[in-house]
T-cell receptor, first 115, second 115 residues
Framework: GAVVSQHPSWVICKSGTSVKIECRSL??????MFWYRQFPKQSLMLMAT?????????EQGVEKDKFLINHASLTLSTLTVTSAHPEDSSFYIC???????????FGPGTRLLVL | AQSVAQPEDQVKVAEGNPLTVKCTYS??????LFWYVQYPNRGLQFLLK??????LVKGSYGFEAEFNKSQTSFHLKKPSALVSDSALYFC?????????????FGQGTTLQVKP
């Protein structure tokens, strides 16, 4: 089946630093990837839609200058949390859309802890 | 507004018994419907989907779901539950209109299968 990887799986950083999370589709090409944030025991909150070769589309209330998204190839999207603060601590999950089967496949998630 | 509802926060069943996790939706047009499962500290795993065709769809791990257009429901079912099925289940809908591929998620249902 389709596989999406995320790296790192967990990261601890100091407040004020930036953290980059990578999302890769391993066996299919994805012109569209999505970034979500999930709080404990809650559903997924869509942060942005990552479009290959163009600017990301952010959901209302998500700061685009804080959550930088780059989708430079058909298999890689990155999310950079800039100037991280403790309130950015969360579980970040990406997904990649396989248009051939009209299904989103999800990465394993990245646990971010900002101290 | 378009929405997905999972009316039960938690479902408890005994191992070997059938299980049902409910999902109803409110979207315009003919949506694509999905079920995902999430184990602790992991991303979402795709279980099954309905796009068109037979209303009863079969998916991974013995799960199936029935699309009911008149009731706008897409309940997840399994004839015989396993303890290992205990997890968080999400129903998701992709409205047919637009081509972004964005999903609308339900709030999730925790399934607990007791030995």
């Amino acid at each position: 089946g389709a596989v999406v990887s995320q790296h790192p799986s967990w990261v601890i950083c100091k407040s004020g630093t930036s953290v980059k999370i990578e999302c890769r589709s391993l066996d299919f090409q994805a012109t569209t990837m999505f970034w979500y944030r999930q709080f404990p025991k809650q559903s997924l909150m869509l942060m942005a839609t990552s479009n290959e070769g163009s600017k990301a589309t952010y959901e209302q209330g998500v700061e685009k200058d804080k959550f930088l998204i780059n989708h430079a190839s058909l298999t890689l999207s990155t999310l950079t949390v800039t100037s991280a603060h403790p309130e950015d601590s969360s579980f970040y999950i990406c997904s990649a859309r396989d248009m051939g089967v009209e299904t989103q496949y999800f990465g394993p998630g990245t646990r971010l802890l900002v101290l | 507004a378009q929405s997905v509802a999972q009316p039960e926060d938690q479902v408890k069943v005994a191992e070997g018994n059938p299980l049902t996790v409910k999902c109803t939706y409110s979207v315009s047009g003919n949506p694509y419907l999905f079920w995902y499962v999430q184990y602790p500290n992991r991303g979402l795993q795709f279980l099954l989907k309905y796009i068109t065709g037979d209303n009863l769809v079969k998916g991974s791990y013995g799960f199936e779901a029935e699309f009911n257009k008149s009731q706008t429901s897409f309940h997840l079912k399994k004839p015989s539950a396993l303890v290992s099925d205990s997890a968080l289940y999400f129903c998701a809908v992709r409205p047919y209109s637009g081509n972004t591929g964005k999903l609308i998620f339900g709030q999730g249902t925790t399934l607990q299968v007791k030995p």
